[in-house]
Every structure is written in structure tokens, then in C-alpha cells.
């Protein structure tokens, strides 16, 4: 993912430290094939069973999608009560921010059938790193309905919506979005933070900064990570007084523990509570990956005919999901394999890095963000990167696969809080 304002680099790892030579020299086919192999074991069973329990399960814990029904947001209800509030009630624009697989898009879809129910017009789009200011503008002025608009003047807004062209101005949207008179309109774009030109990142900040003033029923939510606050509080420092700002934080125990449960119970199978205990340590508050870990364990108890999910399962899905994501990211794959069987010593510093990196870190973690030396900063190279001067991961879902892994090799106990027995 591009960041904003270019900053991100790639770990010098050979200035610190030279790489094995077989991260170097890589077939990234036939190692994918390996790991998917090794991983998942003998994959016959998964093939054969029958395409109507593999569906209920799929759609059961429905990783790859964003939520689409509210029931199913577990752990945001006081995310969502204050975008209503302060969106639909104070006529703020919203910000959403947090990392990939935090729940950013479920809880704004959310968000937007509540105020959908009110009657509100909620246009969405999902930005991306070539979109053009006066293009993105014309998507949404053409989906506003033409019952918002005085009825003589439906013509001449539907000939300038048309006319606009990709430089346009931010005077130029405030003119037409202030023919909106019979409507509350809400703008949502999703994946703000993979827009890197300045131009358009100015050009959005001073549009809400102008809606604003002007009291235009339109407002904007603007969803991505961090940088999206950062991006429009730089260009108009007035605007924070504007903003309802909401982030997707780590979700709590009972809450992931929650969903586990809901998605399990629709495909008619329970988990123990070590399994739970498991997926919810090793997910570190994200729902995308407790419900990607729950749908890959949940395969593994259904190809062994066992109606609940174990620790063995728990641990068989784990490796699955491993295999999946390397084979998208197969370099990356490579080192954090190598790291979490032990090739390059202990793997506990690598998982508490990991942790640190998700705000899931242990107790003795939680004063100071957990670090690697730089020969550890070598092994991982593939998978980091550097950004304003602090190593990362270059895949924000990265972590919590390493995380899987040093759990699956049994090498490393629980870095998290310990978690009382549930009655």
C-alpha cells in the first residue's frame, strides 16, 4: 500500500545485516506450493467434503467481506453511537481510522445503513492512488438523487455535473452541492489513506472546511488509517472543531471471543475453550483474522467429522491461514516461516515485536514498543519496511501470521494477558 507523502522504504537489511542466500535466490512458485503443502497437510479431506458444508462455513464467518449487518459489528457500539451523534446529530464530518483488518469498512457500512433508515442519502466510494479530485466529485454528484434538488434547477446541476473536469476546484463542488435542498447527504470514502497526491488531499480538506462554514446539509466520512486525520488537520487546522473523530482499536476479549461463537453457531459447530483462548491470542483484537483463523479451524473439524473445534483444529487452521496469505505474499512468507520455526535462534523477540506492532503487547511490552536488533531486522527484511525512521511491517495483516505460526510450532508460550477460566 503507497503511504501518504511517499515516506515508506524498504528495510536497508543489507546494510545491517547480509540475508541467507535462499532469500535471495527464491523460486516463489514452487515454494508457495511447498508451504501450502507442508501447512495444510494432506488437503484430500478439505477437497472432498461436501460443497454445502464448506459454503455454510464460508459464509458463516465471511472473512473476505466487510460486515452488512449490524447485529454482526460485535464490539463497536460505542464507535457507532458516536458517528451517529456526531455526523447525523451535530452535522460534523467523521474520520475513521485504524489498520487493515481493524473493521474500518464493516462499521462504516454500519454506520450508513443507520442513518439510511433516517432517511439520510449515503453515497459511498473507495478512493485509490489515481483518483482525481474533479473525478471522485462527479461519482458522487451523480448519484445524488434528483429529488434533492429544486425541480427547475435539475437540468442546469445535471450540465455542470457533467461538465466538471478532473482539475476542478473545491469552489467550484461547494456550488453544486449548495443546490442540495430537500436532503441530508452523506459522502463516505473508504480507503482515503491509499491517496498519495497532495493535490487531492488539499483539495478534500478544503472542501469540508468549506461545507462547513457555508452550513451545506452535505458532510463528508473520510475512512483510512492514521494519516487520514493527520492529512486533512495539517491542510486546515480549523477543521478539528468540524471532525468526529472515531478509530477501530483493538477489539476486547469477550468481543472477538463473541464473534467466534456467533460464526461457529451458524454452522452448527461449538469451540472449546482452548481453542478460543488461542484464535482470540494469536488474532490480537482484529476480526478479520478471528474470523479468518475460526473459518480455517472450523474446515479442519468438519473435514475430521468432529463437531467441535479443538485445539488441534485450532492449530491445524492456524497453519492453513499461514499458507493462504504466503501464497499472496510469498517473500514475506518465506522470512517469517524461517523466524517462527527457529532458523535464526529464539523466536519470542520476533512474536513480541509482532504484538508491539498491533498495540497487543505483554505486560512487560506495554511502556515501550518492542524492538529488533538489527541482525533480527535482516531475517525479517522482506516483511518491513521503514517509515518515518520506525521499522514496520509492510503488511499491516502481516503480524498476527507470525503470530500464528510461533503458536503453531509450539515454540513460544502466550505473550498475552493470561485469561481467567470462563464459568
Not at 478439505?46 to 464467518?61: H, N, P, Q
Request: aromatic share 6%; net charge negative.
Amino acid at each position: 500500500m503507497n503511504k501518504l507523502g511517499g515516506r515508506n522504504e524498504h528495510v536497508p537489511a543489507l546494510e545491517l545485516w547480509t540475508a541467507p542466500e535462499e532469500y535471495r535466490t527464491l523460486d516463489q512458485g514452487a515454494i508457495a506450493g511447498e508451504w501450502l503443502l507442508s501447512a495444510r497437510g494432506d488437503d484430500r479431506g478439505i477437497l472432498a467434503l461436501r460443497s454445502d458444508d464448506a459454503d455454510l462455513v464460508y459464509t458463516s464467518f465471511d472473512a473476505s467481506q466487510p460486515v452488512d449487518q449490524p447485529g454482526d459489528l460485535r464490539g463497536r457500539e460505542t464507535q457507532v453511537a458516536q458517528l451517529v451523534s456526531g455526523v447525523l446529530f451535530r452535522r460534523n464530518h467523521g474520520i475513521i481510522s485504524g489498520p487493515r483488518g481493524s473493521g474500518k469498512t464493516s462499521l462504516v457500512r454500519t454506520f450508513g445503513q443507520y442513518t439510511d433508515r433516517d432517511g439520510v442519502v449515503v453515497l459511498y466510494s473507495a478512493c485509490d492512488n489515481g483518483t482525481r479530485f474533479g473525478d471522485l466529485m462527479r461519482e458522487y454528484l451523480e448519484q445524488i438523487p434528483v429529488s434533492s434538488f429544486e425541480p427547475d434547477m435539475v437540468g442546469l446541476i445535471r450540465e455542470r455535473i457533467g461538465a466538471l473536469r478532473s482539475d476542478a476546484t473545491p469552489n467550484q463542488i461547494i456550488g453544486l452541492l449548495a443546490q442540495v435542498k430537500y436532503a441530508q447527504v452523506i459522502i463516505i470514502a473508504d480507503e482515503f489513506d491509499r491517496v498519495s497526491d497532495p493535490d487531492l488531499r488539499w483539495k478534500i480538506a478544503s472542501l469540508l472546511k468549506l461545507l462547513s462554514d457555508a452550513r451545506i446539509s452535505v458532510r463528508f466520512v473520510l475512512v483510512g488509517d492514521a494519516s487520514a486525520f493527520d492529512t486533512i488537520v495539517q491542510s486546515h487546522p480549523s477543521l478539528t472543531r468540524h471532525i468526529t473523530r472515531v478509530t477501530t482499536d483493538p477489539l476486547d476479549h469477550d468481543a472477538i471471543i463473541a464473534i467466534l461463537r456467533d460464526c461457529a453457531a451458524r454452522c452448527e459447530l461449538t469451540f472449546t475453550d482452548a481453542a478460543l483462548d488461542l484464535i482470540e491470542d494469536v488474532a490480537c483484537g482484529s476480526p478479520y483474522h478471528a474470523r479468518l483463523f475460526g473459518m480455517h479451524a472450523s474446515l479442519c473439524a468438519i473435514k475430521g467429522g468432529q463437531p467441535s473445534i479443538g485445539i488441534d483444529q485450532a492449530l491445524a487452521g492456524l497453519r492453513r491461514a499461514f499458507a493462504e496469505w504466503a501464497l499472496m505474499n510469498p517473500e514475506a512468507g518465506q522470512a517469517i516461516q524461517g523466524v517462527a520455526e527457529g532458523d535464526f535462534g529464539d523466536n519470542e523477540p520476533y512474536a513480541r515485536f509482532a504484538r508491539s506492532s498491533v498495540g497487543r503487547a505483554s505486560t512487560d511490552d506495554r511502556d515501550d514498543r518492542a524492538s529488533l536488533t538489527a541482525e533480527e531486522q535482516g531475517a525479517l527484511a522482506p516483511a518491513l519496511e521503514r517509515l518515518d525512521g520506525v521499522v514496520t511491517f509492510r503488511d499491516a495483516t502481516a503480524p498476527q501470521f507470525l503470530i500464528a505460526l510461533c503458536r503453531s510450532a509450539e515454540k513460544i508460550m502466550p505473550l498475552a494477558k493470561k485469561v481467567a477460566p470462563r464459568a
